[in-house]
């Protein structure tokens, strides 16, 4: 076991490699584990789901029948703890209520219960911090699953010494999923009646998690300056633009990394050849095995193909991709989609693939190791997403020599420098049309033709470095400001 203190505690619905559906698990994998790196004793709390993956990363019972309080005065959670490259990993133990198949949702819609899951997470992770006496001065909730955490704490600390000097942060990694829910549940949280009100928990009359975080955390980031700004405005705030701006002066966008040690061509056992800037001939190879595996056209070897990787939602653009498969078809590329979502997109990408044999190939699930090939065996990237709050697969896509095609949306905009501008790295549009993604690609496959322009753009996109240290020392300050004690610890860090 890893013993406490821990001085920071993130609280996390999923983190990579133990759960994982999308960015948030990929940011938990990699920030709190950079931090303990530099020297910032972290520790992360997360759900025992039934589809743990915990394989080389055994877990250990470390407390038995953890007490959680009010409203489950008989309920206790059995926290375990694993040790992920010297970073404790708690997990919070609770069969009905994490033992499922699924994280959050079935393909018929979300968990009934899903309010009180996260009450409960949120419960049984402060307890676990209490009883295991982990000694956190900063607790760094994620989402709306942990933003009861955040109004629990402050109401708290009112009246327990033990939890006066503990401060908070909410981080907000989309905010179109909130945790909204009826006032039945809200009686059934255990928090006042004071938090009932428009700057608490209340949403037009919904018990809204998400905003609880946003109203009572001492400070609150997301994950790209972007998004800070966008996320004020009725555009991009889903209803919460009032609140966000009321408190923007305890806001601030920071920008995710990537994991270069899991996404490098240079060193990625997945691939069929692994690649570099200085020498990129091994992305050919990968290309010619993608093509090979997935059964495209053998003629695709001389024509780009383009890839798009993530949840099929609107948010992800799928549908304008969908829209615009005649025209594209026309371009003569190949296309390859891997992702999981809304039923009727998946069936609109298996009817197209049946009509364009040998050049479009949809891919319905996730695989990591699926995921690593398409990011390496295609020429383009595809991310026309409507809004996006970082963004990280374009982050890989950069990484992998395959400039994106994205709109100026968000974390996208902070990332990628659009061709023709020097250092270009990627190609934008404005708006999320399909006439613009389509005349985008256009411009982008002129010049994937002029080999030497193409290539100057790979050299730039894999040579773009979003560095973890440097969004971990951004999120020190956030927590050195809230005690100031921490940054003389954090001098020589
Ligand atoms: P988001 O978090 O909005 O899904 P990001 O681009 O920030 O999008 O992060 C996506 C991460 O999740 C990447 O690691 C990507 O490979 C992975 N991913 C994409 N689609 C899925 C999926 N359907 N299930 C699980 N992970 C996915």
């Excluded at 994998?29 to 080389?56: D, E, H, K, N």
């Excluded at 609109?348 to 695989?367: A, F, K, N, P």
Aim: overall charge negative; aromatic content about 12%; charged content about 20%.
């Amino acid at each position: 076991m890893i013993a406490p203190p821990h001085d920071i505690v993130f609280l996390t619905s999923e983190v990579y490699p133990f759960s994982k559906s999308g960015g948030l698990a990929d940011v938990m994998g990699i920030l709190p584990l950079t931090l303990s790196r530099m020297g910032v004793r972290v520790a992360v709390i997360t759900p025992f789901y039934g589809r743990l993956s915990t394989g080389q990363y055994p877990v250990h019972l470390v407390h038995e029948n953890c007490p959680v309080g009010y409203p489950w005065a008989d309920t206790t959670a059995d926290i375990y703890q694993a040790d992920y490259h010297g970073l404790p990993v708690y997990f919070i133990e609770r069969g009905e209520y994490f033992d499922r198949r699924h994280y959050y949702c079935t393909h018929k819609g979300d968990y009934f219960d899903n309010c009180e899951r996260f009450i409960f997470f949120c419960r049984a992770a402060l307890s676990a911090i209490r009883h295991l006496k982990m000694g956190a001065r900063i607790v760094h909730a994620q989402d709306w699953h942990a933003g009861l955490a955040m109004a629990f704490l402050a109401f708290w600390r009112r009246s327990d010494p033990f939890w006066a000097g503990i401060r908070t942060v909410m981080s907000i990694h989309n905010l179109a999923f909130q945790g909204r829910f009826s006032y039945r549940l809200f009686e059934q949280s255990g928090l006042p009646l004071e938090a009932w009100n428009m700057e608490g928990v209340e949403f037009y009359n919904s018990f809204n998690l998400l905003k609880a975080g946003i109203a009572y955390a001492d400070k609150i980031t997301t994950v790209s300056p972007s998004y800070a700004r966008e996320i004020m405005t009725p555009e991009f705030g889903c209803g919460l633009e009032g609140i966000l701006t009321r408190r923007s002066a305890d806001m601030v966008g920071i920008l995710n990394g990537a994991d270069y040690s899991i996404w490098s061509p240079e060193n990625d056992q997945i691939l069929e050849c692994t690649y570099s800037a200085v020498s990129p001939e091994g992305k050919e190879d990968c290309k010619a095995h993608l093509i090979g595996m997935l059964g495209l056209s053998p003629r695709m070897v001389n024509r780009p193909v383009l890839g798009f990787i993530g949840r099929l939602r609107g948010q992800k653009g799928i549908d304008i991709v969908l829209e615009i498969i005649p025209e594209l078809m026309k371009l003569d590329v190949g296309l390859v989609v891997l992702g999981e979502g809304r039923a009727d997109y998946e069936a609109q990408l298996m009817s197209i693939m049946e009509d364009y044999r040998g050049q479009i190939v949809g891919v319905i699930g996730y695989t990591e190791e699926m995921s690593h090939l398409i990011q390496a065996g295609t020429d383009i990237f595809l991310m026309p997403s409507r809004y996006e709050p970082c963004g990280l697969t374009q982050m890989y896509s950069l990484s992998y020599g395959t400039p994106p095609v994205a709109t100026a949306v968000g974390g996208l905009r902070d990332t990628i420098t659009p061709y023709p501008r020097t250092g270009a790295n990627g190609f934008i549009f404005a708006d999320p049309t399909p006439e613009a993604l389509l005349a985008t690609v256009r411009k982008a496959v002129r010049v994937w033709e002029d080999r030497d322009s193409w290539r100057q753009i790979q050299v730039n996109a894999m040579r773009t470095r979003f560095s973890w240290e440097t969004s971990a020392r951004q999120y020190m300050e956030v927590y050195a400001s809230l005690h100031n004690d921490l940054s003389s610890s954090w001098r020589n860090i």
